[in-house]
């Protein structure tokens, strides 16, 4: 069925090896075959360094509408209650699917163990010690790997969505048949031509100067969509994590918020007060996210601080050492010893609230186009993502977008002739050097200008910057050879856009959009699409 040696066929394309990307490809592999592309290595997606858990009503003394009610608090009145209900009351399956897989949950007695995080009334966080995202993801794909009907791609970035227009015959109908891809390892575009399309590429955290996220998540499927005809939305509902460990040579080390469940304190670093007192003095260190993350902001503006401190030396050391002992092992490596003195912590991007708009059965505006996890916009988290929601969003809808493509699979047209990709124009590149400094001078503006606090002066320089780099980025993309690199300024840069074009599209206050230009919040919630 081969075209050529740069044409690949598949029943089923998954964009991404994260616990989005994974579910739906296991589920559809049942039945089907399904080809899983990653850019880079298979495990260097978001999943992996989830620390804290998976949000789940599993004791008795909690609720479902417990659940649904924080997560809505949090999500700032911006969720679709029902997508929310839709997530909360398929947790406990998708655990019990995670156990079946052998992800080995910590314990107590019979009972898994329960920790606990900012925004939720009740203990329901699963984990493994404080490195969930880690078992997560390995269970995931060692089930991937011995499947028969799954074919794992790494070092395959995906470059945009194939639609009609890339046929031999042109059609306009906005269907999506796979993607092009660039084999990291040849240099080559291949196209991977599919009957369907799921897209789990992860967020967009990356275009901000500082994020807990890692290398990769630079928004590509968020851009791709947007490219191809899909609506986006909420993408100036960026999290910004209130505790990123400050230090000098690790930049991006995230210290979970379990630490505050557990009972940790943040103090201001040279009077020791415990600030949040001031801020939110019900819930103190466990408010909401974008709450605790304004008031770290705040201290740190207003004393002129580098960081401020978040301290569980109370605790006994044996207590921290166990509940935490990835985050324990690594500061002990940089020199600091979390049983007897405090951590040194900053706020930093963290999650991407907003993204491509999907239903509750993942389908995407484009026919052929599923979507899952953090590259979407479900409804779940609203202008702010309750912790640990995010992976139970990814398997929910994993699993989600797999039951509506086997169900529909027979009224899937076939894909037409698609053309190879084009490279007739196109020479190496005489000047990385440009990808840098276009990389590096985004992340900073979007840093300062579009950061937890806003105002619309700020918003607009950021809007005029990126009119300015649009050209030249287009120029660049235009006539020299894709790289990784280049494939990713593109879609940080449209991230970028997308982010300010929200933000200054919302003229109120609301969970993480906060701006001084308008403080109040609006008394209906709605939510910012755009419409490409
Ligand atoms: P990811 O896991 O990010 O995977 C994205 C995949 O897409 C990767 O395989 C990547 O290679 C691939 N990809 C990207 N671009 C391309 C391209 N162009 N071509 C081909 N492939 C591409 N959430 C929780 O619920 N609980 C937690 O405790 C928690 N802790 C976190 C801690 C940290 C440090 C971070 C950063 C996030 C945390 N989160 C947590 C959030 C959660 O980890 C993520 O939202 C979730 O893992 C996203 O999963 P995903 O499958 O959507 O994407
Ligand atoms: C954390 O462990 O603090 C992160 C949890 C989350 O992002 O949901």
Redesign the pocket.
């Known amino acids: 069925m081969c075209k050529t040696e740069a044409m690949n066929k598949c029943d089923i394309l998954v964009i991404g090896s994260g616990a989005a990307g994974l579910t739906a490809a296991l589920a559809l592999a049942e039945t089907h075959r399904v080809t899983v592309l990653a850019k880079g290595s298979l495990t260097g997606g978001s999943t992996a360094w989830?620390?804290?858990g998976i949000a789940a009503v599993l004791d008795a003394g909690d609720t479902f509408e417990n659940h649904v009610r924080d997560t809505m608090i949090a999500g700032a009145g911006l969720n679709r209650r029902e997508t929310v209900e839709f997530v909360i009351e398929r947790a406990p399956r998708s655990i019990d699917r995670l156990v079946e897989l052998g992800v080995p949950f910590n314990t107590e007695g019979a009972d898994l163990h329960l920790t606990r995080?900012g925004g939720h009334s009740h203990r329901r966080i699963v984990h493994v010690d404080d490195a969930t995202g880690w078992a997560v993801q390995d269970a995931l794909l060692r089930a991937a790997r011995a499947h028969p009907n799954v074919t794992l791609l790494p070092g395959r970035a995906c470059i945009d969505l194939i639609t009609g227009r890339h046929g031999e015959k042109f059609s306009g109908d906005g269907r999506v048949w796979g993607a092009y891809a660039l084999d990291e390892a040849s240099g080559r575009v291949e196209a991977h031509v599919a009957r369907a399309t799921v897209l789990a590429a992860g967020g967009a955290g990356r275009v901000y100067q500082f994020s807990t996220a890692p290398r990769g998540a630079t928004g590509d499927g968020i851009a791709m969509a947007w490219r191809a005809g899909a609506r986006v939305s909420n993408m100036e509902m960026m999290q910004f994590?209130p505790t990123c460990l400050y230090n000098l040579e690790v930049k991006n080390f995230?210290i979970?918020?379990?630490v505050r469940g557990e009972g940790g304190h943040l103090l201001h670093p040279e009077t020791g007060h415990r600030y949040m007192a001031d801020y939110d003095p019900e819930r103190m260190e466990l408010a909401p996210r974008d709450i605790v993350a304004r008031a770290n902001d705040d201290q740190i503006k207003r004393y002129g601080l580098d960081y401020v401190h978040l301290d569980i030396s109370h605790q006994p050391p044996d207590f921290v050492r166990q509940h935490f002992p990835t985050i324990h092992e690594k500061l002990q490596g940089l020199g600091i010893d979390m049983t007897r003195e405090p951590i040194p912590v900053v706020p930093a991007q963290?999650?991407t609230c907003g993204g491509v708009v999907i239903g509750l059965d993942a389908r995407t505006d484009l026919p052929g186009l599923w979507a899952a996890g953090e590259c979407t916009e479900s409804g779940l988290h609203g202008a702010n993502?309750l912790?640990?929601?995010?992976l139970l969003e990814c398997f929910v809808f994993g699993e989600a977008a797999a039951r509506d493509i086997l169900a529909g699979w027979d009224d899937l047209p076939p894909p037409p002739a698609i053309r190879e990709w084009d490279e007739s124009r196109v020479t190496d590149s005489d000047e990385e050097v440009v990808i840098k400094q276009n990389w590096t001078e985004i992340r900073r503006m979007m840093w300062n200008y579009v950061g937890i606090v806003r105002t619309t002066k700020r918003l607009e320089r950021a809007r005029n910057r990126i009119d300015l780099l649009a050209q030249e980025i287009e120029d660049y993309y235009g006539s020299f050879r894709v790289t990784t690199d280049l494939v990713e300024l593109r879609n940080l840069h449209q991230c970028a856009d997308l982010i300010v074009r929200s933000a200054l599209a919302r003229h109120e206050s609301r969970g993480l959009h906060f701006t001084l230009d308008y403080p109040e919040t609006d008394p209906l919630a709605r939510d910012t699409v755009l419409v490409p």
Not at 387 to 390: D, G, I, K, L, P
């Open positions: 989830a620390q804290g995080e994590h995230l979970t918020e379990a963290h999650y993502r912790a640990s929601n995010s």
